[in-house]
Structures are given as C-alpha cells and as structure tokens.
C-alpha cells in the first residue's frame, strides 16, 4: 500500500464550481509534489512543494491552486476548470536532501470536468 | 530542453522471454535516473534507481538496469518475465541532483501466460 493518500479517488467537477483534492503524508518528507497524468501519458509536474514552500511552479494556470498548509498535508484547489483538465492527478512526496532520493506516489485522484 | 525518450511503446511478450526497455535522457550534467512501474490500476512504484556507483542496478522483482554514460541511456532488463510483470514502465530523470522528475512517455508491457 502507498503512504502518500490522496481524497478523493474520484471527483466529477462542472466548469463553475470550486472543489480541492487532498493530500496527506506521514514519512517525515519535506517535499511534496503535484503531477497531471493524462491517459496513455507520462506524469507531468506542476508544482513542487520543498519545506511547505513553492519552489516550483510549472507554468501552471491559475485555475488550479496549491496549497501547503504544513509538513504533511499538500492541498491543490480547483475553480474554473475545462474538460481538458480532465485527469489523473497524482500527489507525491520524497525526503529533502541528497540527490537519488525516491519519490513516493499517491493512488491519484481521478478528475473529470463537465 | 532535457528530455526522456522510451522508444519502445508497446511490447509483448511471451513468459520466460528476456526484457529489455530502452531509456535515453537529454542532458550533459549530473543525473539521477529512475525506472518506475504502473501495474494495471495501481499507483506508480519504483523499480531501481541509479545516482551513483556502480552502473548496473539491480531493483525488485529481479529487475536490473545499466546506466551507460556516454550513450545517456538507462535500460532496463529482465532475464525471464512473468505474466504479472504485465504493466506500464516509465523511465525518470532528475537532472542536476533537482527535484524535477522528468518522466519518459512509458512502454506498455503485455506478457502472455
């Protein structure tokens, strides 16, 4: 079983409604992580979260809203979306420190937008 | 821009046949390189990994790879899959010791009982 959990598995969202997945880790890692992955497609990284800090955003639509609330929660805010959104958003985690660190994934959560 | 190319998309295999994915990367620096697993509705798992060391690594499952500098590749290999080895494999990169994960586009295993 995975330690990073992710709620929920599955989310059906209108275009106009404001909704948030979850994200929790209890490994002790100080990054956590936020990856789309579409169908028959490789993850792709949106942000990254080192020490409840955004280091990286990927050039991310505002649409879709981190948050880092503390060491173990990651949250990803959703308002406004498109059909094209429609995913597999995956949360993961990893210790901060030397490189070759794992990054551990979630179950992902299965967004469609309507 | 750095990149991860798995060339093979789809393989099948019969049980008992050798593995062997290819994985090549785009970038001149330092790397750590990561092979993970997707089995059929579960989540991403890793295989092996390789940032240091001796170049052939061995993972679970009887997984290997070799991280072969000067051809930017990290293949992985297995010398007699099983039907549960039925899957879809990504290649990982992380140039420069970074936490930006660079995953390959993924090659969809089918093994044949």
Known sequence: ?114 | AQSVSQHNHHVILSEAASLELGCNYSYGGTVNLFWYVQYPGQHLQLLLKYFSGDPLVKGIKGFEAEFIKSKFSFNLRKPSVQWSDTAEYFCAVTPGGTYKYIFGTGTRLKVLA
């Open chain 1, 1 to 114: 079983d995975t330690e990073v959990t992710q709620t929920p598995k599955h989310l059906v969202m209108g275009m106009t409604n404001k909704k948030s997945l979850k994200c929790e880790q209890h490994m002790g890692h100080r990054a956590m992580y936020w990856y789309k992955q579409k169908a028959k497609k490789p993850p792709e990284l949106m942000f990254v979260y080192s020490y409840e800090k955004l280091s990286i955003n990927e050039s991310v639509p505002s649409r879709f809203s981190p948050e880092c609330p503390n060491s173990s929660l990651l949250n990803l805010h959703l308002h406004a979306l498109q059909p094209e959104d429609s995913a597999l958003y995956l949360c993961a985690s990893s210790p901060v420190g030397p490189p070759g660190n794992t990054i551990y994934f979630g179950e992902g959560s299965w967004l469609t937008v309507v």
